[in-house]
């Protein structure tokens, strides 16, 4: 009778380690499917906003209007770029200029003309996007951003 009382303790100790070696080990797994989702995202992220300051930045083209003006072409092209796995809003791209100087902000898509651009100008293609973690630890969102500016090359010739 005392073997068969020690097996069922024995069994119940096992139970008990196991359920605090499985949390831990999915909380790790978890952290890591996080780790990855948030470089993922941060990945997506950069690519778009490259993408799009690179487009914005090259003169020439299939419209009428420069690329760097194109707003919506920019924003298409950022999209694009980022890819499935970042779902972005137009509010998530911001599209400015300025000369180089963090001082010299020269304006935002959309209100800025060709007279407005010189030859150095620069457009800053901004890219932010909301992470939320999926591991139940209570992180706060997470905001992922990423700037890329290029130089605005005007009338085709490099500064």
Known sequence: MKSLLRLKNVRGQAM????????????IIMGAIDFTR?????????????????FGSVTGGISDTSPY??????????????????DLEENDIAITYDNGDKHAHIGVCGSVTEEDIELGDRI???VT??????TPLGLPPLP???????TI???????
């Open 16 to 27: 008990a380690e196991f359920a605090i070696v499985f949390l831990i080990l999915m909380i």
């Open 38 to 54: 948030l470089f993922v995202i941060y990945s997506s992220v950069s690519a778009g906003a490259r993408e799009g300051s690179r």
């Open 69 to 86: 003006l194109d707003c919506a072409g920019i924003r298409a092209v950022v999209v694009h770029n980022a890819g499935l796995l970042v």
């Open 124 to 126: 800053v293609v901004t």
């Open 129 to 134: 996007e909301t992470y939320l973690s999926i």
């Open 144 to 150: 992922v951003s990423f700037s890329s500016a290029r």
């Open 153 to 159: 090359y005007v009338g085709g010739i490099a500064p």
